[in-house]
């Protein structure tokens, strides 16, 4: 170590002897002395320079210590290393205020002989004589040649340092990483003493930091270089870390002595970290560079300050002598500025130096000003940090959705609720919540229970940074909820869009499933290029499903119960006692499925096939998705509802159950006629032998599966677009793995069975999904049967009259030329003298400022086609004239329709449109989401709802009623002969109280049911479908249409059945036209357009008389089913059972209820009544045409028509003919207003 001491000596000319000199320290320091005198003055004596310098020599001489283990003596450098700091600071400080004082008099100077050479110039003149330019001076060219090359080498290091480029930030970030190496090397140095002798060649962190620290002085000649203001960047603190630690490196290097000193300073380049996130682009957020940038502040301060406390409390003070240090490690003095910030000052460690303790004092002022400034403002970042900011992590195997809009608890739990159901299977679908807001606790809380399959992920579909978070270019689908109680469905629609349009503009392949509020903003989805119905993007329409329900109930009350039950998915409660929730609950159990039906039913007629599934399959079947045969509309498929006996069914036909389980309906696919036909359990109905062997063999086909043709209607052998060579091997393939009772030429249809053979997990079937068309008679192929315009005795051909319209242009629903609203409104006195029976009386709650509901989603199923004209329904609004103006637009085309300008609350109003005497009340206000508190939204409903049923009625009618058989209509007398063979004329008192009049009442809020019926026993917490007024169907709430977005996208097939049941045949096409001109087109008929009356409807049978008033006392459901379907195709669905039939005493309650799909064996009671899907009668409309529209018994008079009523009041309320008298006058009455 008596080398570094050498080296120390040899810095004074020489005197040391080099490097090796053992000499002794005190030897050493007087020669330099004696060195330095003989520098100074050549002609003094060594001996008195020695004496006149010996003070100096005793100040230079410092205690022994072990802080500097090479010297025995003690001999500390660290000045060496400062002054070369500061004279490297103060230095160039100085030349640079040297070079702007001398540039800034070189300027004020020679201004004036600058102006006096210039005006001599002017004056010699700048031209020769012959008027040519003279030369320009040598010098000026040289000095612009300079400034040039300055400017140049000036813009490239700006641009070598600057982030702008790819080299400029790739030169940044290595210089913060460098700095951060330097740091990490100061932490490891910083164990060691102070001060220490070190050899560069030995000393490997030495070594490194020297390289380092070159790389530093070339990037600070760079800044240099490009700095505009040389001034401002000598101060600036980067500048300020490279003079205290670049400079001292090369003296150690020189002295083999290092010295720890500032080398701390270097944490300060900490502070641009925040400015490198930013050049990687990792920080992209302000709220993310605000939380850098303070971080990076306090820590840097933070160690900056720990790092002077070190050196100053190893080294001591210099006027002690350094006799007052104490050993302190680097992290302990990171723990001491901590505690000192805090203000929390422990004791155990503390400054015991007049340095370290000054600079305390200072420390802790600011010290404590930045702690309580920016430590809550960094936790306050991190707490408003996003929780739920990362992305979505696909799992191999398991499919994905996204569902975003309005997320809430109730809507979350009521989608969550229908779409995890058990009945479902197993249903291996991830659920990825997407939401601008964070959950509250209730939802947070939900999203626990649910974590194995649901996911939630706040931020926002409008940014495709969020849509790629959580994959939506690799989900199965994305569902959109709608706001249903939002006080402006517009906006709210147009929000919803606005989502569409953002995520097929990210992924246009993305199937999407949304929720519309308002019907008329549908077209506005047709406007997307991407939106494509079919392939598999649905729009849910809550108005127009709720206002079809509604509307269906008109014509079979009850049925929109029914229909919401059918679709959502309820768990099966067991209730032993006999009540009518019993029988309620066992339907509410079934749901609606899908499955292809087996190649045993392949021949045969629907009837056949349904009567076949019930009695022996214990399946309902109601529809089927029929596949043309016509080559030309092999594409197109059709949903036909109870399409009758004429359709005979194709392989792969699909099939449409009603069940109560999933597992339930395979049995339709195993079905095997030779296995199973003498079986009766049906349990016992699963895949057979004939089943196993097809598909192992199938194994084989399916490798010449691109062989076979699926583009004609022919078999491989027939078809002419197949290869010889394929066809040959199809005929060995045939003879050597025969198939049984399965042809070989049929090869697309075993493959398709083949491929539908294993279950789908999410059931009912996933794959039909994007498959299932939607049902569009407009454009239908021919089916297998006779058209019926060639039916003998129908009335088409009479309908078929050039200069009538009667139809619009597709044909589906009646149609009239449009009137004026005055010509339709009522007073009070018109409307009792026209003496209204069998009709509709909505009362509807709005307001000139009320948001539009759209009624002509009511109006519509109501004027169906399949309907004859005389069995239309009068249709009479109650309600302010203001908002139905509003509405009169999109009805002005309907027949049959009037307005009573009132208020349904009027006792009057209802009594002058004879609401005793209507088929069904409804009850629709506009306002119900104008208010903030959700128990008094329904108010107007319930008001309306009570007021009605308070009312009382004289029994007039019913007392001519029961007296005068001529009021019965000709050709509905029940000893007449030639009555229809199925009705259900009963003859009871009339209504006498507002109790019996069939209401439905639309609610917004849920737990206000409870409000409608106050003799009921129903829990404020029931949940809807449990109470007593929706299992009667006297209640609608939009919220059970919540479970048509699961059961959409698990079968978009099962919407298309629900929209062609209760919107009376609206299709694509439809919609398409309504876009375009917001109304309904007359057309003139046509075969094709009267063709499409030809569909089923929804009616009630009623047991009381009839031919099958036998079965209707004590008789079996399966017994009704079976001869129902086999002499009218007519098919039976369920039940609307009086709320006491099971008594054994008789009750004067008139409340009934609804049974889904009761098993065969369920008895019947006489006064029940059947839900059923009757066939279009072609000749119902010819025998009386003069017959009044509101006559509730005109159903049918014809021998082959079945007079089916409508309604379900035949069995608890009397029938209401009127005399000819009153007829004749509500006939005339009619003409005025039609």
């Not at 600036?236 to 720890?260: A, I």
């Not at 964070?438 to 809380?445: F, G, K, T, Y």
């Not at 008079?1197 to 379900?1208: G, L, M, N």
């Amino acid at each position: 170590m008596a080398n570094g001491g050498g080296g120390g000596g040899s810095s004074g000319g020489g005197g040391g002897g080099g490097g090796g000199s053992s000499l002794r320290m005190s030897s050493n320091i007087h020669a330099n002395h004696l060195s330095l005198d003989a520098s100074s003055s050549s002609s003094s004596s060594s001996s008195s320079s020695s004496s006149v310098h010996e003070p100096k020599m005793d100040a230079l001489i410092i205690p022994v210590t072990m802080e500097v283990p090479c010297d025995s003596r003690g001999q500390r450098m660290w000045w060496a290393f400062l002054a070369s700091s500061m004279v490297t600071f103060f230095g160039g400080l100085f030349i640079i205020l040297l070079w702007r004082t001398l540039k800034y008099l070189w300027t004020v100077c020679c201004h004036c002989g600058g102006k006096t050479k210039e005006a001599q110039k002017i004056n010699n003149g700048s031209s020769q004589a012959d008027g040519t330019l003279k030369p320009v001076d040598e010098k000026e060219e040289a000095v612009a040649a300079e400034v040039g090359w300055m400017t140049s080498v000036k813009d490239w290091a700006g641009v070598m340092i600057s982030a702008q480029t790819l080299t400029g930030r790739v030169l940044v970030v290595l210089v913060f990483a460098l700095s951060i190496g330097a740091l990490v090397i100061y932490f490891i140095d910083s164990s060691n003493p102070i001060e220490s002798c070190q050899n560069f060649y030995k000393d490997f962190t030495l070594q490194i930091d020297m390289a380092f620290n070159v790389f530093f002085l070339l990037y600070f000649g760079l800044r240099f270089i490009a700095a505009n203001d040389k001034l401002w960047f000598w101060l600036e603190v980067n500048s300020v870390v490279d003079f205290f630690t670049v400079p001292p490196v090369f003296v150690s290097v020189y002295l083999n002595r290092s010295w720890l000193g500032l080398r701390f300073l270097r944490a300060l380049r900490l502070i641009q970290f925040s400015e490198i996130l930013q050049f990687l682009n990792i920080l992209k957020t302000s709220n993310s560079i605000k939380l850098v940038n303070l971080l990076s502040i306090f820590i840097s301060t933070w160690l900056t300050a720990a790092g002077f406390i070190h050196l100053v409390e190893n080294s001591g003070d210099p006027w002690e002598n350094f006799q007052n240090n104490q050993a302190l490690t680097y992290w302990e003095c990171v723990y001491l500025l901590m505690v000192t910030m805090s203000t929390v000052g422990y004791g155990d460690v503390y400054a015991k130096t007049t340095l370290g303790r000054l600079f305390m004092v200072f420390f802790i002022l600011g010290g404590l000003a930045m702690f309580a400034s920016y430590v809550p403002e960094i936790i306050e970042l991190i707490g408003n940090r996003k929780k739920y900011g990362g992305s979505y992590s696909a799992v191999s195997g398991r499919k994905h959705i996204v569902v975003c809009g309005h997320i809430t608890l109730e809507s979350v739990s009521n989608f969550l609720k229908d779409f995890l159901h058990k009945d479902r299977d197993d249903v291996n679908v991830e659920i990825v919540f997407l939401h601008n807001i964070s959950p509250n606790l209730e939802l947070e809380a939900l999203f626990k229970r649910h974590f194995t399959q649901v996911e939630f992920y706040q931020g926002s579909v409008l940014n495709p940074h969020d849509l790629a978070r959580v994959k939506i270019e690799s989900a199965d689908a994305c569902l959109i909820l709608a706001n249903k109680y939002c006080a402006d469905p517009d906006a709210e629609d147009a929000s919803n869009i606005m989502r569409v349009i953002s995520i097929k503009n990210y992924h246009p392949k993305i199937r999407i499933i949304t929720q519309m509020l308002q019907y008329h903003n549908k077209a506005h989805l047709l406007n997307i290029p991407s939106w494509n119905w079919k392939e598999g993007d649905d729009a849910i329409c809550l108005a127009e499903l709720k206002l079809g329900f509604i509307a269906q109930s008109c014509l079979a009350q009850g049925l929109s119960t029914m229909l919401a039950n059918l679709f959502s998915m309820r768990s099966f409660i067991k209730i032993e006692e006999d009540t009518w929730q019993k029988y309620y609950l066992e339907g509410v159990s079934n749901e609606m499925y899908t499955e292809y039906l087996s190649s045993a039913f392949v021949g045969l007629s629907f009837p056949t096939v349904c009567e076949l599934c019930f009695v022996k399959l214990k399946l309902l079947m109601i529809a089927i998705e029929y596949k043309s045969a016509n080559r030309e509309s092999r594409s197109r498929k059709r949903i036909l509802i109870n399409p009758g006996n004429h359709l005979k069914i194709q392989e792969g036909t699909l099939g449409f159950f009603i069940a109560s389980d999933a597992k339930e309906v395979k049995r339709a696919f195993f079905y095997c006629k030779a296995c199973h036909d003498d079986i009766t359990d049906p349990k016992r109905i699963k895949k057979c032998g004939c089943k196993r062997l097809i598909y192992s063999k199938m194994s084989i086909y399916k490798r010449m599966r691109r062989a076979c043709c699926f583009d004609c209607g022919r078999s491989e052998r027939d078809c002419s677009c197949m290869s010889g060579r394929v066809r040959g091997n199809m005929d060995t393939l045939g003879r050597d793995f025969p198939l049984s009772s399965v042809s070989v030429n049929d090869c697309s249809t075993s493959f398709r069975a083949f491929e539908d053979e294993q279950p789908s997990t999410l059931s009912p079937k996933k794959k039909q999904r994007n498959g299932g068309m939607r049902n569009s008679p407009s454009s239908s192929p021919k089916l297998m049967r006779h058209d019926p315009l060639l039916i003998p005795g129908n009335d088409q051909i009479d309908n078929m009259d050039s200069n009538v319209k009667k139809y619009d242009s597709t044909g589906m629903f009646h149609w009239c030329a449009p009137k004026e609203i005055e010509k339709v409104i009522l007073t009070r006195s018109e409307a009792a003298m026209t003496v209204l029976s069998g009709h509709v009386v909505v009362c509807i709650f709005g307001d000139v400022s009320s948001a539009l509901i759209g009624l002509r989603n009511l109006v519509m199923p109501l004027r169906a086609s399949n309907f004859h004209y005389h069995e239309l329904k009068h249709i009479v609004f109650v309600g302010s004239i203001e908002y139905l103006k509003r509405e009169w637009e999109t009805l002005h085309n309907f027949p049959k329709v009037s307005i009573l300008p009132g208020t349904p609350l009027s006792r009057a109003d209802l009594r002058a449109v004879n609401i005793n005497l209507c088929d069904m009340c409804v009850i629709l206000s506009a306002n119900q989401n104008n208010i903030d508190d959700t128990s008094l939204q329904d108010k107007e409903c319930i008001l309306a709802s009570l007021n009605i049923k308070s009312m009382q009625f004289d029994d007039s009618i019913g007392v001519l009623q029961a007296n005068s058989q001529g009021f019965t209509p000709p050709g509905m007398d029940r000893s007449s002969p030639d009555n229809s063979p199925v009705h259900g004329m009963l003859r009871q008192p009339s209504i006498t109280t507002g109790v019996n009049i069939p209401i439905i009442t639309e609610l917004v809020n849920d737990t206000n049911v409870q409000f409608l019926d106050q003799d009921d026993d129903d829990d404020p917490d029931t949940e809807l479908y449990l109470t007593q007024p929706f299992a009667c169907g006297t209640a609608f709430a939009v919220s059970v249409l919540d479970s048509l977005m699961s059961a959409t996208y698990f079968n978009d097939n099962i919407l298309t059945l629900i929209r062609t049941l209760v919107t009376g045949g609206a299709t694509p096409e439809l919609e398409a036209l309504i876009a375009e001109e917001n109304a309904l087109r007359g057309g003139y008929s046509t075969p094709q357009t009267l063709a499409n009356r030809d569909r089923c409807r929804v009616a009630q049978l009623a047991l009381l008389d009839g031919p099958f008033a036998d079965l209707g006392d004590g008789g079996c459901y399966g017994d009704l089913f079976c001869k129902a379907l086999k002499t009218y195709n007519m098919l039976c669905f369920g039940i609307y059972r009086l709320r006491d039939a099971h008594l054994s005493t008789p009750s004067q309650c008139t409340k009934r209820y609804v049974i889904t799909n009761p098993p065969y064996e369920f008895e019947l009671v006489p006064t029940d009544l059947i839900f059923c899907l009757m066939q279009f009668d072609h000749n119902a409309g010819q025998s009386r045409a003069s017959l009044s529209h509101s006559s509730h018994s005109s159903q049918s008079s014809s021998k082959k028509s079945s007079s089916i009523h409508s309604i379900p009041s035949t069995a608890n309320r009397p029938n209401r003919p009127k005399s000819r008298e009153s007829r004749d006058k509500q006939n005339r009455k009619e003409m005025v207003y039609r």
